[in-house]
């Protein structure tokens, strides 16, 4: 029994002690891969796909694309401008309008986002 309790001891000193040379620190573990590079290869899918379907007039899925990007990165300007460009295209001029605001409330110095946003704000004033 003694026997068994001084083993328990040793091997319980031996886990505890880190790895490598005494003194030197334990090496730190691979950082995991970061959350945005995951992101950005969704948010880029997800953006081609809606382009894809705009172009082949499948509006609603091009819409719905849009959406869900916007669920994983809900301050991106050109996604809320690539919105508004489709429901241009589907006649809602009012909420294209407010998603080119939003655009702009995001785009930061980028004068072309800005311009293209305006645009659409224009072309849905000039449609009421």
């Given at each position: 029994m003694k026997r068994f309790f001084l083993l328990t001891i040793f091997l319980a000193g031996c886990?505890?002690?880190?790895p490598g040379p005494a003194g030197e620190p334990p090496a730190a573990p691979p950082?995991?891969?970061?959350?945005?590079?995951?992101?950005?290869?969704?948010?880029?899918?997800l953006m081609e796909s809606a382009r894809n379907?705009?172009?082949?007039g499948r509006l609603v899925q091009?819409?719905?694309?849009?959406?869900?990007?916007?669920?994983?990165?809900?301050?991106?300007?050109?996604?809320?401008h690539e919105l508004a460009r489709v429901r241009v295209r589907q006649g809602d001029?009012?909420?294209a309008a407010?998603?080119?605001a939003r655009s702009n409330s995001f785009a930061?110095?980028?004068?072309?986002?800005?311009?293209?946003?305006?645009?659409i704000i224009e072309q849905s004033r000039s449609v009421r």
């Open positions: 886990a505890a002690r880190p950082p995991p891969e970061a959350p945005a590079v995951k992101e950005n290869v969704a948010i880029a899918g379907d705009a172009a082949a091009a819409a719905a694309s849009l959406e869900r990007a916007l669920r994983i990165e809900p301050r991106n300007p050109r996604l809320w001029t009012v909420q407010n998603l080119a930061g110095n980028d004068a072309q986002l800005r311009a293209a946003n305006q645009a």
